[in-house]
């Protein structure tokens, strides 16, 4: 699926800053959104920044499963849509390996909506 929508955006030479008229060709907005991000890169830099903050607190205070859940699903509810949330949970995942927690720590990163949501996306 993935490369399916990179040839696309390629073919189409779409950006973040391709204006929405054009994005069109008999998609929904929440397709298009789903291709192209629509927050500029500077953006996505400064929260991968928080998450390898995030992932530093939980290490260094060893938060609880039930406080590590509830960061977990913060964090991957309010991106824009399933894939950026997902993209969100799978780099926390990343920091909190970088920060050598423990395999309880990373497992309850996942959040089984997000991961409804985006199957029922790449189907």
């Not at 391709?18 to 929440?30: D, N, R, V, W």
């Not at 928080?50 to 939980?58: E, H």
């Not at 997902?86 to 990163?109: F, I």
Request: proline letters at 4%; aromatic letters at 8%; glycine letters at 2%.
């Amino acid at each position: 699926m993935a490369k399916v929508a990179i040839d696309f955006i390629k073919y189409y030479k779409w950006t973040f800053e391709t204006p929405s008229s054009e994005l069109l060709l008999g998609l929904i907005k929440k397709q298009v959104e789903v291709l192209i991000p629509i927050w500029p890169t500077e953006k996505r830099e400064e929260d991968r920044d928080t998450v390898d903050k995030i992932a530093q607190k939980i290490v260094k205070n060893d938060y609880l499963s039930e406080k590590i859940k509830q960061i977990s699903y913060d964090l991957g509810s309010s991106a824009p849509n399933p894939v950026a949330g997902s993209s969100r949970l799978t780099l926390l995942q990343k920091k909190l390996w970088n920060c050598e927690a423990d395999h309880l720590k990373k497992e309850v990163t996942k959040i089984s909506h997000i991961t409804t949501e985006l199957n029922k996306i790449q189907a």
